[in-house]
């Protein structure tokens, strides 16, 4: 009997709308793409924007099939793909902007640049939880600020998503790992190996005086924005680097123009959106499954476990804010 060549997937009609589970065509894979089953989808909080229409720099026209990170294995490959063979579990952040499709489905056809090989360290749930996540962290930590060993780092939401992946490459590369957050994470963020900063506690000269005698540290990594970036460029020494992943905002420049201190944003969507440069987020991919090899690298996973039914109750506690780390819908159960 000849394989179905239908798929099950989440699609969304209207912003802030309820998914509908549609039958659709199975992608076929392109030259220099992997069709992959998909085992497990992680959600973040940009995919609740997308969903509720407010992120226009994440564009994703609809109807469409929405979930930016995935994991699972290699069904089939294109023309000139020799990387990956069918059978090989992977994980990447391979769709869900730009009108491609994402990964609230049983399989999708991706470039296979976007991809790695999933260690045997980590499951399919914890894999998926990575690819955003990790891809920004590094873009800013290594990409952007060289964190090397002996600096003092500085991380801005260091139990959250990126934060918490931040504070992990860090001390992998060597630094001394600072990380804001409230009394609550705290036990969660010294577990990480970095020192817990109150900042509802204290102020950004108090921490800045206490932990580097008020010299300010050599990076800043910003995962909140808005005030919080404004404080970065207070708690950054001079010739410092802050960076930050949600730089949107209008903000006075004197406080890091008067350190000498150098600033950068990451956008790490620009692959999907433009085409360039995404041979560099497998790369990086494989940096994570190195870390996950040598027992440097953990995913903070909500336990509660989901299916693609059930995707609405999934958004709906991400959206509440009531999410214990990544939630992730299995895709492929028992997988």
């Not at 992680?42 to 997308?50: E, G, S």
């Not at 190996?193 to 800043?220: E, K, L, P, S």
């Not at 190195?290 to 476990?305: F, T």
Request: a neutral charge; one cysteine or more.
């Amino acid at each position: 009997m000849a394989p179905s060549l239908s798929m099950t997937a989440a699609m969304l009609d209207t912003h802030g709308g309820a998914f509908r589970m549609v039958s659709m065509a199975r992608p076929q894979p392109g030259a220099g793409q992997v069709l992959v089953r998909i085992h497990a989808s992680a959600i973040n909080p940009l995919d609740t924007k997308i969903h509720a229409g407010e992120a226009p720099h994440a564009r994703h026209p609809l109807p469409a099939v929405l979930g930016i990170d995935l994991a699972g294995t290699v069904a089939a490959v294109g023309a000139g793909v020799t990387d990956f063979a069918v059978g090989e579990r992977v994980f990447g952040m391979a769709g869900g902007v730009a009108g491609l499709q994402g990964s609230l489905a049983e399989y999708t056809a991706v470039d296979a640049a976007l991809l790695a090989p999933i260690p045997e360290q980590l499951s399919m749930r914890e894999a998926a939880a990575l690819p955003l996540i990790f891809i920004t962290a590094w873009e800013g930590l290594v990409d952007r600020a060289r964190v090397r060993a002996g600096q003092k780092v500085l991380v801005h939401g260091g139990a959250g998503g990126v934060g918490h992946i931040a504070i992990q490459i860090a001390r992998a590369r060597g630094a001394d790992v600072f990380a804001t957050g409230t009394a609550e994470q705290r036990g969660f963020i010294e577990s990480l190996g970095a020192t817990a900063i109150d900042y509802r506690a204290q102020t950004v000269d108090a921490y800045v005086a206490q932990h580097t005698a008020g010299r300010g540290f050599d990076i800043v990594y910003d995962t909140v924005g808005g005030a919080t970036l404004d404080a970065s460029f207070q708690a950054v020494r001079r010739f410092g680097h802050v960076v930050s992943c949600l730089g949107w905002g209008t903000h006075a420049l004197a406080p890091l123009s008067f350190r000498a201190a150098t600033y950068s944003g990451v956008f790490t969507l620009l692959p999907m959106l433009t085409g360039e440069g995404g041979e560099h987020h497998g790369e990086i991919l494989r940096e994570a499954a190195g870390m996950a090899r040598a027992g440097q690298l953990v995913a903070q996973l909500d336990p509660r476990h989901f299916v693609v039914d059930s995707v609405c109750e999934a958004y709906r506690v991400l959206k509440a804010g009531t999410a214990q780390g990544k939630l992730v819908v299995d895709m492929l159960q028992g997988a």
